[in-house]
């Protein structure tokens, strides 16, 4: 079956825009999670999504945020870029949440 | 605060050369500790779930064990194709709390 689809792969923003990122969980799947991936950061959880409700929430800026529509797809929206936010964002998807998560191969933004 | 902490940070073998990765943590009750592996432009693929102290899973050349304050995986007789970062993550028991990862192992596996 499809794995964890994430658009786009790679992009490039300056300071100030904003951007928005795009996940498609596996097929049934009806929680996802978003996390950013930095060098030095490692794996930071942003929040995850259940039936269309935010259940957790990391410790990130309100510059950050998320929805699940009803057919599980994601989006995550970062307002008013800072070059701090140049990192690989990575969805993930589970039947429900559990620490056995389907990861997709991330979006990398590159703030400029 | 939950932590966990994973060492060394780097590791280079000769293939066929075993060794074991750590992976030492803190949360406030434990539900699960899960294994990944992530490869050089792609995302953590699951590896393990180990729920309680004593239990063992096994993998190809994989290992991974369980105390209650650690994990260590153990590779055994490694090849090439092993290269890559591992990653160990923890869940807490309290609700439907979120993984909290430790910043991985990178391993290099020399034919």
């Known amino acids: 079956k499809a794995g964890v689809t994430q658009t786009p792969r790679y992009l490039i923003k300056t300071r100030g825009q904003q951007v928005t990122l795009s996940c498609s969980p596996i097929?049934?799947?009806?929680?996802v999670s978003w996390y950013q991936q930095t060098p030095g950061q490692g794996l930071q959880f942003l929040f995850e999504y259940f039936s269309e409700t935010q259940r957790n929430k990391g410790n990130f800026p309100g510059r950050f945020s998320g929805r699940q529509f009803s057919n599980s797809r994601s989006e995550m929206n970062v307002s008013t870029l800072e070059l701090g936010d140049s990192a690989l964002y990575l969805c993930a998807s589970s039947l429900e949440f559990t620490g056995e998560l389907f990861f997709g191969e991330g979006s990398r933004l590159t703030v400029l | 605060e939950d932590q966990v902490t994973q060492s060394p940070e780097a590791l280079r073998l000769q293939e066929g050369e075993s060794s074991s990765l750590n992976c030492s943590y803190t949360?406030?009750?434990?539900?699960?500790l899960f294994w990944y592996r992530q490869d050089p432009g792609k995302g953590p693929e699951f590896l393990f779930t180990l729920y309680s102290a004593g239990e063992e899973k096994e993998k190809e050349r994989l290992k991974a064990t369980l105390t209650k304050k650690e994990s260590f995986l153990h590779i055994t007789a490694p090849k090439p194709e092993d290269s890559a970062t591992y990653l160990c993550?923890?869940?807490?028991?309290?609700?439907?709390?979120?993984?909290?990862f430790g910043k991985g192992t990178r391993l290099s596996v020399i034919a």
């Open positions: 993550a923890v869940q807490a028991a309290s609700g439907n709390t979120p993984l909290v």
């Open positions: 949360v406030s009750g434990l539900r699960g």
């Open positions: 097929s049934g799947h009806r929680s």
